[in-house]
């Protein structure tokens, strides 16, 4: 069993900065390959970004890139997506997912992933 659990969410301006952080716990975490997805309700769970279990591999959304940026610490057993630029279609709430990868590979669909934490609200104004 892992446990993720998020924190960071919050409401801000768009062009605002927000810190998502994801804390694992239970198993080898540098064993997993991370991800992070967001959801709007009634839409369904988007892919958002990606970080292999070395971290030498990362993958965005295209409607992200150049403004969000996934990290890992296999030493804290944390990973951190750091979004600037913020904009109002950037809102949902956003879940670390965590996956038993046997390549040093990013994920990019949901369905492999194995663990999830319990979701962290992200609010952008206009």
């Known amino acids: 069993q892992v446990q993720l659990v998020e924190s960071g969410g919050g409401l801000v301006q768009a062009g605002g900065s927000l810190r998502l952080s994801c804390a694992a716990s239970?198993?080898?975490?540098?064993?997993?390959?991370m991800g992070w997805f967001r959801q709007d309700p009634g839409k369904e769970r988007e892919f958002v970004a990606g970080?292999?279990?070395?971290?030498?591999?990362?993958y965005y959304t295209d409607s992200v890139k150049g403004r969000f940026t996934i990290s890992r610490d296999n030493a804290k057993d944390t990973v951190v997506l750091q979004m600037n630029n913020l904009k109002p279609e950037d809102s949902a709430v956003y879940y670390c997912?965590?996956?038993?990868?046997?390549?040093?590979?990013?994920?990019?669909?949901?369905?492999?992933?194995?663990?999830w934490g319990q979701g962290t609200q992200v609010t952008v104004s206009s």
């Open positions: 239970g198993r080898t975490f540098s064993n997993y390959a």
């Open positions: 997912a965590a996956d038993l990868a046997t390549l040093d590979v990013v994920t990019i669909t949901s369905g492999p992933y194995d663990y």
């Open positions: 970080i292999s279990w070395s971290g030498a591999n990362t």
